[in-house]
Structures are given as C-alpha cells and as structure tokens.
C-alpha cells in the first residue's frame, strides 16, 4: 500500500525550446542553487525564483495530503497510483502530462 500523494522530483530541463539541454541527475534539494543559472549550452535560466517557489509549494502541499491520508488510515495499492509528468515553464506555469501514466492504468498496471 502506498500514501494517497507523493512527489518525486528530479532533474532539470532548459525552458528554452529550440534548446535539448537538460540533466535529470539534478535532486531537488540541490535546486537552490541554480535558480538564477544559465544554460550551458544556450544560456537561458534553468530555473527561476517563481519556478522554484511553486516546485516548494507543491511540495508542501502532496505532502500534507499525504498526512492527512496516513493520519485518517487511507492508503491506495501501488499500482492504482497515477503518474503525472509535470514541467515548468520559467514563469511559473506548470504543464503535465499523464498520458502514459493514463496508458498504464488503463492497462491493468502494465507497460
Ligand atoms: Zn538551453
């Protein structure tokens, strides 16, 4: 059994579109300090402060959903969990995607 909520987050993607850098071996915990950095390879931000300050506040947020669910006993089976993809955009916007995790419910839990 698995918490209602929990976030994984990882990685960083350049907002840039004409530009493919990214490096996904990036943790969260270390995204302080990149806000305000340049791409290696075409030198757009990384990540901004408004990026930054809503990955927190997500954070915050699937976190005392979690709570609350472990503290009123509901859990969900691990392979009832949907998956989002989500980006930012460097001004704050999020875009998701869940059609593979949609896929992957949709199949009975397999890929
Ligand atoms: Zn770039």
């Known amino acids: 059994m698995a918490d209602i909520a929990r976030m994984e987050i990882g990685g960083l993607i350049c ?3 004409s530009c493919d850098w990214k490096d996904m071996s990036i943790k969260v915990e270390d995204y302080a300090q990149y806000i305000g ?3 290696p390879k075409c030198g757009e931000c990384v990540l901004t402060q408004r990026d930054y300050n809503v990955v927190q506040t997500m954070l915050k947020v699937t976190g005392l959903i979690s709570r609350v669910g472990r503290f009123f006993g509901v859990s969900v089976k691990e ?4 998956t989002v993809e989500m980006n930012t955009d460097g001004k704050g916007n999020i875009t998701m995607d869940n059609k593979k995790p949609f896929d992957y419910v949709k199949n009975g ?3």
């Open 15 to 17: 907002d840039n579109t």
């Open 79 to 82: 392979e009832d969990l949907v």
């Open 109 to 111: 839990g397999k890929n």
């Open 37 to 39: 950095t340049g791409c």
